[in-house]
């Protein structure tokens, strides 16, 4: 999967995400640096 294949097609993006582009990309800042934090935190070697 393209991200920047599939921002381009609005009915696609909201089909896989659930949330139109502009809502996407409201929240993606967030869910990084709290993905981020997770992934310092939980790792692969436990």
Sequence with gaps: MQYDKI???PVQFLSITGLNFEAFNYLLPHFKTEWEEYND???LEG
């Design 7 to 9: 921002k381009k097609r």
């Design 41 to 43: 935190y939980f790792t």
